[in-house]
């Protein structure tokens, strides 16, 4: 039975919002990683682990690769470089639209060429565009000469379009071998970790500009009758970093509205995450530049993984 087996890392990598996560949701069909229209959503190394008939996909969410602003831009860019050094097969994902190579493209075919990993070059978001085939076409032009890649996929994970062929194709790339998890690992992060992305990810939804940027959150206190079973509901302190007053401001809105808003949109999703009744405090704080400071990065967890 075993020698059918296959499985393999997949890491995903690609500019930011070429659609990695939502991907990666689709294919899990439950949502394990947060996504927003805004650049830079993602900013940790985001293990899932895929199961199907006699195979085990694990894969990777990684952080956007971009021209690095500031220290944690430098952090981001690192994880996803170094997804790729651990990955059985990299796929590059990259939008339907996109009729160039980005400047953040080059950076990712610079880095492809030190990856001894195959290279699967997938097209996103097709229910863009009207004509795949020919995108198809465009994008193998546009690449052929940059990158020797494996394999190319057009694909659309909002209205799940190749999703079933993507899996085949990913899975006659892999290598037979041992499942690399337990069957029942869905992701290789803690609920503590997915509810504090829940709330970004509202943060996010609900501020523009420089504001989504400036946001970190970080859970203080996280009492779950999982481990207090004297306890009915959840109970999560959760500590919201700015950069500025003016950002502080924002974020609480006018009245205290949005960031009465911040919370509902959150708790509604973290109860669903773990079937509790969630109590939810959320406080505001000003850490000036922390985005700059690697000290501020290493206490806020960013380059562990
Ligand atoms: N129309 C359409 N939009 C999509 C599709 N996939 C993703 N998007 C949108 O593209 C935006 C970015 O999606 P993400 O999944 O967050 O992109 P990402 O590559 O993970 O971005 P970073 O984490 O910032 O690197 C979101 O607004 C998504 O809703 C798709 O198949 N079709
Ligand atoms: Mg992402």
Request: glycine share 6%; hydrophobic share 35%.
């Amino acid at each position: 039975m075993l020698n059918q087996f296959k499985s393999g890392i997949v890491t995903l990598i690609g500019r930011p919002n070429a659609g990695k996560s939502t991907l990666i949701n689709a294919l899990m069909q439950t949502k394990v990683t947060i996504v927003s229209d805004k650049p830079q959503t993602t900013r940790n190394r985001i293990s899932c682990v895929y199961n199907g008939p006699d195979l085990q996909i694990v894969f990777t969410d990684t952080p956007g690769i971009h021209i690095p602003q500031h220290k944690l831009g430098e952090a981001l860019v690192d994880t996803a470089t170094s997804s790729m050094m651990h990955a059985d097969l990299v796929c590059y994902l990259v939008e339907a639209t996109d009729t160039r190579i980005h400047e953040e493209d080059k950076i990712i075919l610079q880095t492809l060429k030190r990856v001894r990993a195959p290279v699967l070059l997938v097209i996103t978001k097709t229910d863009k565009i009207r004509n795949s085939q020919a995108i198809i076409r465009e994008v193998s032009q546009l690449y052929s000469q940059e990158l020797s890649y494996i394999g190319i996929i057009a694909l659309s994970s909002r209205e799940r379009k190749n999703l079933d062929e993507f899996i085949s194709l990913v899975s006659s790339l892999l290598p037979y071998g041992y499942p690399l998890y337990p069957d029942d690992i869905l992701i290789d992060k803690s609920e503590r970790f997915l509810a504090s992305e829940l709330i970004r990810e509202k943060i996010l939804a609900l501020t523009h500009r420089e504001v989504p940027h400036s946001i970190l959150v970080m859970i203080e206190d996280y009492k779950s009758p999982d481990e207090y079973p004297e306890r009915k509901d959840l109970y999560i302190r959760a500590d919201i970093y700015v950069e500025r007053p003016g950002q502080k401001a924002i974020v609480i809105g006018e009245g205290g509205r949005r960031l009465k808003e911040i919370g509902r949109r959150s708790r509604i999703e973290i109860e669903k995450l773990t079937g509790y009744k969630v109590y939810l405090d959320l406080w505001i704080k000003i850490r000036p530049k922390w985005r700059y400071s690697v000290q501020d990065l290493r206490r806020m967890g960013f380059g562990k993984d």
